[in-house]
């Protein structure tokens, strides 16, 4: 409201606010609109790309503790394992030593009738030791006798077939080299090299049979064993091998017995034993790491 007085307007507001001046409107036209982004180019990606590539990394990772080439004698074994000897086969039944991988898989390499009957001991043997009775897996050598020995082994015990794996080369009966086809009493020239040393081979041949000493053999064993120990942890695990010199000297490095010694825990067909490396008897050891043998095979 106004009022006048001499010609002189008042205003009835204080004068603070009647001098007060008024605010500009403000209009969608009087913002700026924002400013737009720098246009990006190579240089600036790559410079960006720089940055990230070479910024601080966090720590690494430290890698799994992966089991590898198991180490002779083990300081522990992850399964526990029962070592067996197939049955007698055919050319052992007829006195003659077969060790060519050639007939490995061949009817004729398989079991007689006698090694039939040795083989169902030792499934019984095995059932009686409660080797399978939470299950087991069978590793026999895919020769024709081991395979069998394998066969029974599982029906026995009632293991299903597909816990038999079979093993290609690791298992093959040690090759013995000229001696093949010869009677299995030669065999004694054979165990006089192994312990005058474990690195004598067999006369070779030329018939395709392996000529393999010891040492030989101790590679493929613990190749298998190695495989074993990585593959399965805590479970029972039945090796069946088609001769003794793969079990004997698969024994010998799993409770650090001297290699040349090997023959000292022979198996005869048909045999089972159980690997626990704290009952193992403690052999007689040469008196000196170098074990001479001056009139081979007649050796003190």
Same mark, same amino acid.
């Given at each position: ?50 940055? =990230? *590539?070479? $910024?601080p990394l966090p720590l ?5 503790? #992966? %089991? +590898? @080439? ?88 009632? =293991? *299903?077939? $597909? ?9 093959? #009966? %040690? +090759? @013995? ?54 593959q399965y942890s805590e ?40 690997v626990d490396t704290s ?22």
């Amino acid at each position: 409201m106004f009022s006048s007085l001499s010609g002189i307007r008042f205003s009835d507001q204080p004068e603070s606010i009647a001098a007060k001046p008024k605010m500009p409107a403000i209009t969608r036209a009087s913002i700026s609109p924002p400013l737009p982004p720098p246009p990006l180019n190579r240089r600036h990606l790559l410079l960006t790309g720089l940055t =990230v *590539s070479f $910024s601080p990394l966090p720590l690494p990772i430290p890698p799994a503790g #992966a %089991r +590898g @080439l198991l180490r002779m004698p083990p300081p522990r074994l992850s399964n526990r394992y029962f070592l067996v000897r197939a049955g007698e086969s055919e050319y052992e039944s007829l006195g003659i030593i077969n060790t060519n991988p050639v007939a490995k898989t061949s009817v004729d390499s398989g079991l007689s009738e006698k090694g039939k009957k040795q083989t169902v001991r030792a499934a019984l043997e095995l059932q009686g030791m409660e080797a399978c009775e939470r299950n087991c897996w069978i590793w026999p050598s895919i020769t024709q006798r081991a395979y069998q020995a394998a066969e029974i082994i599982a029906s026995v015990n009632g =293991v *299903s077939r $597909s816990y038999i794996v079979p093993e290609y080369s690791f298992l093959d #009966a %040690r +090759g @013995l080299g000229a001696f093949e086809g010869k009677k299995l009493e030669a065999v004694s020239e054979v165990y006089a090299s192994d312990s005058i040393s474990p690195t004598i081979k067999p006369p070779p041949t030329d018939d395709g049979t392996p000529n393999e000493s010891v040492s030989d053999v101790f590679v493929r064993v613990t190749q298998l064993m190695s495989i074993l120990e990585t593959q399965y942890s805590e479970d029972t695990i039945v090796i069946v091998s088609p001769d003794s010199d793969n079990l004997t000297i698969l024994q010998a490095g799993l409770v650090g017995l001297d290699l040349r010694r090997h023959n000292d825990l022979s198996f005869a067909p048909g045999e089972v034993r159980f690997v626990d490396t704290s009952s193992i008897p403690t052999y007689k050891q040469p008196a000196s790491a170098v074990y001479k043998c001056f009139n081979p095979p007649n050796c003190n």
